[in-house]
């Protein structure tokens, strides 16, 4: 059975440049949360994606958005880049719940010069 | 505010010793506790559970204890061994909330030494 898979692994951006980061979950599984890790502040909740809806969103900017297709795929974008953003992007997916066991990406490493 | 803690942030263990990580919370409606490990250019992967109906769970060298009252829990993995060595995070929710999906603790370096 395939994991979850994230594409790109490895990425360097500019300032004030746009990103889009793609998801693809464990088949049959029907959410996906993305979640920024830094250093500083471990993993943090970006925002949760159900059958196409965004169901929960964590306390990031406006500039950090995503969607869901379909067939659960996801992409997460994240415009007027900033230093800060600068980031391990990792992704996940479950069968329902985003608040129980979780099956994570690699992670897409962003670095943002 | 930092609702899960993990004061340690790194932690060296000899090999065949046990490893005792720890993770403190601050709030009262997380009602299920996991953790996760994570090796270096790998996502995190998810290593055992418990819910707040239970005190203590078991997975083979694994067990996790939860103390409610003291809104502390710990994850115990006795003998330790070299592929134990990974960051391991500690991760809370109030099922049924979903707002906030998981909320990781900053994790705990763990180190096996030979």
């Known amino acids: 059975k395939a994991g979850v898979t994230q594409t790109p692994r490895y990425l360097i951006k500019t300032r004030g440049q746009q990103v889009t980061l793609s998801c693809s979950p464990i088949?049959?599984?029907?959410?996906v949360s993305w979640y920024q890790q830094t250093p500083g502040q471990g993993l943090q909740f970006l925002f949760e994606?159900?059958?196409?809806?965004?169901?929960n969103k964590g306390n990031f900017p406006g500039r950090f958005s995503g969607r869901q297709f379909s067939n659960s795929r996801s992409e997460m974008n994240v415009s007027t880049l900033e230093l800060g953003d600068s980031a391990l992007y990792l992704c996940?997916?479950?069968?329902?719940?985003?608040?129980?066991?979780?099956?994570f990406g690699e992670g897409s490493r962003l670095t943002v010069l | 505010d930092q609702q899960v803690k993990q004061n340690s942030p790194s932690l060296s263990v000899q090999e065949g010793r046990i490893s005792i990580l720890n993770c403190d919370y601050t709030?009262?409606?997380?009602?299920?506790f996991l953790w996760y490990k994570k090796y270096p250019a790998e996502g995190p992967t998810f290593l055992i559970s418990?819910?707040?109906?239970?005190d203590k769970n078991e997975d083979g060298r694994f067990t996790v204890f939860l103390n409610k009252s003291a809104k502390h829990l710990s994850l115990h993995i006795v003998p330790s061994q070299p592929g134990d060595s990974a960051v391991y995070f500690c991760?809370?929710?109030?099922?049924?909330?979903?707002?906030?999906?998981?909320?990781f603790g900053k994790g705990t370096h763990l180190i096996i030494q030979p």
């Open positions: 996940a997916s479950s069968w329902g719940s985003n608040t129980g066991e979780l099956f």
């Open positions: 088949s049959g599984h029907r959410s």
């Open positions: 994606y159900f059958s196409e809806t965004q169901r």
């Open positions: 418990i819910s707040s109906i239970k």
């Open positions: 709030n009262s409606m997380f009602d299920y």
């Open positions: 991760a809370a929710s109030a099922i049924g909330g979903g707002a906030d999906g998981l909320t």
